[in-house]
């Protein structure tokens, strides 16, 4: 069984260049969620979706970022216009779908940002 | 707004010692309380988690945590350490038993001593 899956490992950008890390979920689960980790911290919640809604955003920053999980295909966290504070590990996790309760987060292995 | 503290930003303990990693969380309600680690350059695993039931977890590893609420205490035991479990530990607390985001605390950095 494959786990959550995360592309590209590592990004480079530049300034105002756009970025964009996708995440596979384990397969069969259909909530994803976004965080973020800066350097020397705990990881932030930033987004919780499932397929084709966006379930909580209060994490997400209110203007560059935005992610979508489509119905079929990765889920993608787009950053337009980076910045340097935007430098960052990205990690996504999947849960099941059941709606239960007593779920589990399951991580990806992050992608690292680095903004030139 | 639920919070995680986790107390000490560095441990140092010798291989084959016991190690306690503290957590405190601030919620109103009964948390979901769990503990992740994370080797360098990793993503994170899963140790263990409180949803309700016995206060004491068994986990991964060989490692547990107690749940106390008197203390609002979640803190994170394993009886001998061993080199391999030098890594970054994570608690992390939720509302919704993990259908919702995870708020965490700032991490422990364990290192182990031969």
């Known amino acids: 069984n494959a786990g959550v899956m995360q592309n590209p490992r590592h990004l480079v950008r530049r300034r105002g260049q756009e970025a964009r890390l996708r995440c596979s979920p384990v397969k069969g689960h259909s909530h994803v969620y976004w965080y973020r980790q800066l350097p020397e911290e705990g990881l932030k919640f930033m987004v919780y979706?499932?397929?084709?809604?966006?379930?909580?955003e209060s994490g997400m920053p209110k203007e560059r970022f935005s992610a979508e999980f489509p119905k079929e295909g990765p889920s993608i966290l787009r950053i337009q216009q980076v910045v340097r504070g935007d430098s960052a590990a990205y990690f996504c996790?999947?849960?099941?779908?059941?709606?239960?309760?007593?779920?589990?987060?399951?991580f990806g292995p992050g992608t690292r940002l680095l903004v030139l | 707004a639920q919070s995680v503290t986790q107390p000490d930003i560095h441990i140092t303990v010798s291989e084959g010692a016991s190690l306690e990693l503290r957590c405190n969380y601030s919620?109103?309600?009964?948390?979901?309380l769990f503990w992740y680690v994370q080797s360098p350059g990793q993503g994170l695993q899963l140790l263990l988690k409180?949803?309700?039931?016995?206060?004491l977890v068994q986990g991964i590893k060989g490692f547990e945590a107690e749940f106390k609420r008197s203390q609002s205490s979640f803190n994170l035991r394993k009886p001998s350490v061993h080199w391999s479990d030098a890594a970054e530990y994570f608690c992390a607390v939720s509302s919704g038993g993990g259908a919702d985001g995870l708020t965490f605390g700032k991490g422990t950095h364990l290192i182990i001593q031969p």
């Open positions: 409180y949803f309700s039931g016995d206060t």
């Open positions: 979706l499932q397929k084709e809604n966006i379930i909580d």
């Open positions: 996790a999947s849960s099941p779908s059941e709606g239960l309760v007593q779920e589990t987060q399951y």
């Open positions: 919620y109103g309600a009964t948390p979901y």
